[in-house]
């Protein structure tokens, strides 16, 4: 540095370090826009314009008949809500929420006390729960049609040990929500536990300890003191698995493809079938955003519970 | 006296749960070690009377699962390597370097982690049919060249770093890309970490997006291969059906056991936060 400086002499050096510190400045001002680019552009194209992209599509006739999208104004969404299968879909994507969601939150919530509690065992338990968290989709769907099997199926097999007459777990269409529900419990508590297990650890232990001194029994003392101070983590816990339990899709088109006669025909699936095997996309967008529509305005509505 | 009935009375529930957990996974395992006349009996056995390796061969034979195996190892790579490199760029500018439309921007990225993909799958079936990529590698990777999550993720480990930091690197001319290689992303590993087993595990379990762009076996993933063997075989080998399902499971459950201490405090730290 010192030699080049003596070589150049001082007024090629101020001149050269000025334009190098000018061009490094421009450059410094256009960097961070260099660096959130790729993502910006990305999230742009495969998320956002997807979003306006489908509200326009659901205005539109796309089908066999009509390759090219044509204006059809609310005809798709007047179908939609004359589709007496539509309605029926609805009911089973409410049954399936409102089953799912308050089991695999208190499951969760029940076996993270449980295992907060330096049980021996604690953390081979911890890895049992979670794993199906992290087992394919596809692999549980599997086993599971083997398991609920009607005639060789693992689970009549429990049943007859209790002396209980056999079950069309998956064929009869008064089981077969139940059963998907229960699958659909299986695969996810261990994620809530996991998050409830992290709160937990992150309470005020000086409170919890006070009330034990003070006399507080275990149950009062959870009701009383950690399930209010858990409140931030069961609103989140809640919104996860309303938006996870409207995505319910992968059991049913492996395990049911929606039957028998449509008894587990949920809403992610209702608009797979018309995009993809009707081709009819401009009526599966419609279908896609009133579903939407219904997720953010139960989301909202329990942030706003949940704050209130 | 009182609390020790009471810890039995917990331990014997935590119990019960684990049985029925355990179960579908020890069923899994068994079918899959079985002999085809032990699989339909009266009375389901609960051992085999011999390990029958021959299944997992039959099985692998039964279907190209070579190549969904390759194909998934490829499409995972891909798509953990381009939202590593999106969004630990992203994440450096957002975190560390102040310019218009910073807020903003960090605003669209958080807007963009409550867009599901069942949101976006048809809108993004026509784009891919324009472009011409549908039924190619194109179609299974560039839909997720960015993350909102990692995106964020990062962006939050990256403000933990102290300026000083910062300001020491750039006397000794380690600035911009060069401190983000050398100080912030190792500083950040177990973030990094987390959120590279976060999205290993989704994508390669993968089943709704692969299902929809893909038509032919020569790009098809390993969960598609394995739907499609299980709508082909159904009814009669369940032995190799249960093969086939360990051996596409295997890969995660071996990956999740060895970092599991490390992946599950990294993952309730991902929950927490997102």
Same mark, same amino acid.
């Given at each position: 540095?010192?030699?080049?400086?003596?070589? &150049?002499?001082?007024?090629?050096?101020?001149?050269?370090?000025?334009?190098?510190?000018?061009?490094?400045?421009?450059?410094?001002?256009?960097?961070?826009?260099?660096?959130?680019?790729?993502?910006?552009?990305?999230?742009?194209?495969?998320?956002?314009?997807?979003?306006?992209?489908?509200?326009?599509?659901?205005?539109?006739?796309?089908?066999?008949?009509?390759?090219?999208?044509?204006?059809?104004?609310?005809?798709?969404?007047?179908?939609?809500?004359?589709?007496?299968?539509?309605?029926?879909?609805?009911?089973?994507?409410?049954?399936?929420?409102?089953?799912?969601?308050?089991?695999?939150?208190?499951?969760?919530?029940?076996?993270?006390?449980?295992?907060?509690?330096?049980?021996?065992?604690?953390?081979?338990?911890?890895?049992?729960?979670?794993?199906?968290?992290?087992?394919?989709?596809?692999?549980?769907?599997?086993?599971?049609?083997?398991?609920?099997?009607?005639?060789?199926?693992?689970?009549?097999?429990?049943?007859?040990?209790?002396?209980?007459?056999?079950?069309?777990?998956?064929?009869?269409?008064?089981?077969?929500?139940?059963?998907?529900?229960?699958?659909?419990?299986?695969?996810?508590?261990?994620?809530? &536990?996991?998050?409830?297990?992290?709160?937990?650890?992150?309470?005020?232990?000086?409170?919890?300890?006070?009330?034990?001194?003070?006399?507080?029994?275990?149950?009062?003392?959870?009701?009383?003191?950690?399930?209010?101070?858990?409140?931030?983590?069961?609103?989140?816990?809640?919104?996860?698995?309303?938006?996870?339990?409207?995505?319910?899709?992968?059991?049913?088109?492996? &395990?049911?493809?929606?039957?028998?006669?449509?008894?587990?025909?949920?809403?992610?699936?209702?608009?797979?079938?018309?995009?993809?095997?009707?081709?009819?996309?401009?009526?599966?967008?419609?279908?896609?955003?009133? &579903?939407?529509?219904?997720?953010?305005?139960?989301?909202?509505?329990?942030?706003?519970?949940?704050?209130? | 006296?009182?609390?020790?009935?009471?810890?039995?009375?917990?331990?014997?529930?935590?119990?019960?749960?684990?049985?029925?957990?355990?179960?579908?996974?020890?069923?899994?395992?068994?079918? =899959?070690?079985?002999?085809?006349?032990?699989?339909?009996?009266?009375?389901?056995?609960?051992?085999?009377?011999?390990?029958?390796?021959?299944?997992?061969?039959?099985?692998?034979?039964?279907?190209?699962?070579?190549?969904?195996?390759?194909?998934?190892?490829?499409?995972? =790579?891909?798509?953990?390597?381009?939202?590593?490199?999106?969004?630990?760029?992203?994440?450096? =500018?957002?975190?560390?370097?102040?310019?218009?439309?910073?807020?903003?921007?960090?605003?669209?990225?958080?807007?963009?982690?409550?867009?599901?993909?069942?949101?976006?799958?048809?809108?993004?079936?026509?784009?891919?049919?324009?472009?011409?990529?549908?039924?190619?590698?194109?179609?299974?990777? =560039?839909?997720?060249?960015?993350?909102?999550?990692?995106?964020?993720?990062?962006?939050?480990?990256?403000?933990?770093?102290?300026?000083?930091?910062?300001?020491?690197?750039?006397?000794?001319?380690?600035?911009?890309?060069?401190?983000?290689?050398?100080?912030?992303?190792?500083?950040?590993?177990?973030?990094?970490?987390?959120?590279?087993?976060?999205?290993?595990?989704?994508?390669?379990?993968?089943?709704?997006?692969?299902?929809?762009?893909?038509?032919?076996?020569?790009?098809?993933?390993?969960?598609?291969?394995?739907?499609?063997?299980?709508?082909?075989?159904?009814?009669?080998?369940?032995?190799?059906?249960?093969?086939?399902?360990?051996?596409?499971?295997?890969?995660?459950?071996?990956?999740?056991?060895?970092?599991?201490?490390?992946?599950?405090?990294?993952?309730?730290?991902?929950?927490?936060?997102?």
């Amino acid at each position: 540095m010192q030699r080049s400086s003596a070589v &150049m002499g001082p007024a090629t050096e101020t001149a050269a370090s000025l334009r190098a510190s000018r061009l490094s400045r421009n450059f410094r001002g256009v960097a961070p826009y260099l660096y959130v680019l790729p993502a910006l552009a990305a999230l742009c194209l495969w998320n956002y314009y997807p979003l306006l992209f489908l509200v326009d599509l659901s205005f539109h006739k796309l089908d066999a008949s009509s390759p090219v999208p044509t204006w059809d104004g609310l005809a798709n969404y007047r179908e939609l809500f004359a589709d007496p299968l539509f309605w029926r879909v609805l009911r089973n994507t409410a049954i399936y929420t409102f089953l799912t969601v308050p089991l695999s939150i208190g499951l969760g919530l029940a076996l993270a006390v449980a295992l907060n509690q330096r049980l021996f065992g604690a953390r081979l338990f911890r890895t049992l729960f979670y794993t199906p968290v992290v087992l394919p989709t596809v692999a549980a769907a599997t086993v599971a049609l083997w398991i609920f099997n009607s005639n060789y199926g693992l689970a009549n097999y429990l049943l007859e040990l209790l002396g209980r007459p056999p079950v069309g777990w998956l064929t009869d269409s008064s089981y077969a929500l139940w059963t998907i529900v229960a699958i659909g419990v299986w695969k996810t508590f261990g994620y809530f &536990m996991l998050v409830y297990l992290a709160a937990l650890q992150a309470l005020p232990q000086a409170v919890l300890e006070a009330a034990r001194l003070d006399g507080a029994r275990p149950w009062d003392r959870f009701w009383s003191i950690t399930w209010p101070l858990l409140r931030p983590t069961t609103w989140f816990a809640t919104v996860i698995a309303l938006i996870l339990s409207f995505q319910a899709f992968d059991f049913i088109n492996i &395990m049911t493809q929606g039957g028998p006669s449509n008894a587990t025909n949920l809403l992610v699936f209702y608009i797979y079938q018309h995009g993809f095997q009707y081709f009819r996309l401009g009526y599966a967008a419609a279908s896609a955003v009133v &579903m939407f529509g219904l997720v953010y305005a139960i989301s909202a509505f329990v942030s706003f519970w949940f704050n209130r | 006296m009182m609390r020790a009935s009471r810890r039995a009375a917990i331990y014997v529930a935590v119990l019960a749960v684990a049985a029925v957990v355990a179960m579908p996974m020890y069923w899994l395992v068994v079918s =899959a070690f079985k002999p085809s006349d032990e699989i339909f009996t009266a009375t389901p056995r609960w051992l085999p009377s011999h390990l029958e390796w021959q299944n997992f061969v039959l099985a692998w034979q039964g279907a190209a699962f070579g190549r969904y195996f390759i194909n998934s190892v490829l499409v995972v =790579a891909a798509i953990l390597l381009l939202q590593l490199t999106t969004s630990s760029l992203a994440a450096f =500018a957002l975190a560390r370097r102040r310019f218009a439309g910073r807020g903003f921007i960090l605003l669209a990225v958080i807007g963009a982690l409550i867009i599901p993909i069942q949101v976006t799958f048809l809108a993004n079936f026509i784009t891919l049919q324009h472009f011409g990529w549908l039924d190619s590698y194109w179609a299974l990777i =560039a839909p997720f060249a960015a993350s909102a999550f990692g995106t964020f993720l990062l962006r939050q480990s990256f403000l933990a770093v102290p300026e000083a930091l910062e300001d020491a690197a750039r006397l000794d001319r380690c600035t911009g890309l060069a401190f983000l290689w050398h100080f912030l992303l190792p500083l950040s590993r177990p973030t990094v970490l987390a959120f590279t087993l976060v999205a290993l595990v989704a994508h390669w379990n993968d089943y709704f997006w692969p299902l929809i762009v893909t038509n032919r076996d020569a790009i098809r993933t390993l969960p598609i291969g394995l739907a499609m063997f299980v709508s082909q075989e159904v009814t009669t080998d369940w032995n190799l059906l249960m093969a086939a399902t360990l051996f596409v499971a295997a890969p995660m459950l071996v990956i999740f056991f060895f970092t599991q201490r490390y992946f599950i405090r990294s993952h309730m730290h991902a929950g927490l936060k997102r």
